[in-house]
């Protein structure tokens, strides 16, 4: 069974930072798709970044150069950074588990497994 567990979320002040993290158990993501979402109350999920089987990345344009999706794959882990946070960056964030792709994945049914989320709130 895949599991995976997000961890890392909090309340910071804008311009602080976050570092989140997500463990997958039950599977090894070596060749998979991987992707943090993000849903604030009353809007839609939202890929905020995705890395492809080979490591290629894509970031909605909101993020770039804030936030670094990285993965660890001895640690089985996956790691969204993020940095310069703004007000608007609040919202319940996803890690998600795909399907092998060469190119990110950028649709939540593009995706296979989800963790349960966990809450980023930045305050002004």
């Known amino acids: 069974q895949v599991q995976l567990a997000e961890s890392g979320g909090g309340l910071v002040q804008a311009g602080g930072s976050l570092r989140l993290s997500c463990a997958a158990s039950?599977?090894?993501?070596?060749?998979?798709?991987i992707g943090w979402f993000r849903q604030a109350p009353g809007t839609e999920r939202e890929v905020v970044a995705s890395i492809s089987s080979l490591g290629s990345t894509y970031y909605t344009t909101s993020v770039k150069g804030r936030f670094t999706i990285s993965r660890d794959f001895a640690k089985n882990t996956v790691y969204l950074e993020m940095n310069n946070l703004k007000p608007e960056d609040t919202a319940v964030y996803y890690c998600?588990?795909?399907?092998?792709?060469?190119?990110?994945?950028?649709?939540?049914?593009?995706?296979?497994?989800w963790g349960q989320g966990t809450q980023v709130t930045v305050s002004s």
């Open positions: 998600a588990l795909g399907r092998s792709a060469l190119r990110p994945l950028v649709i939540p049914g593009a995706y296979n497994y």
């Open positions: 039950g599977r090894t993501f070596s060749t998979d798709c």
